[in-house]
């Protein structure tokens, strides 16, 4: 399971992998817990269904 946090800021002075590993920002928080809950889902599905259907459940586009 891959999880995106997104890429660095221009003014970000450091390389890529210098910006995954510091820590997130208070404002991002509650973004960050969401996304270890996504992830989480995303594992029971994995373990459950199988890496097929997981990924079709979690990768569908959702309709405008």
């Known amino acids: 399971v891959r999880c995106?946090?997104?890429r660095p800021p221009p003014q970000f002075q450091g390389t890529v992998a210098d910006y995954l590993l510091e820590p997130f920002p208070e404002a991002r928080e509650a973004e960050?817990?969401?996304?270890?809950?996504d992830a989480?889902?995303?594992?029971?599905?994995l373990i459950?269904?199988?890496p097929s259907a997981a990924m079709n459940q979690i990768n569908r586009k959702i309709k405008s």
Do not use: D, S, Y
Not at 32 to 37: D, E, F, G, H, M
Not at 40 to 45: G, I, L
């Open 48 to 50: 459950v269904l199988g």
């Open 32 to 37: 960050a817990r969401q996304l270890v809950k």
């Open 40 to 45: 989480t889902c995303a594992v029971e599905r």
């Open 4 to 6: 995106g946090i997104g």
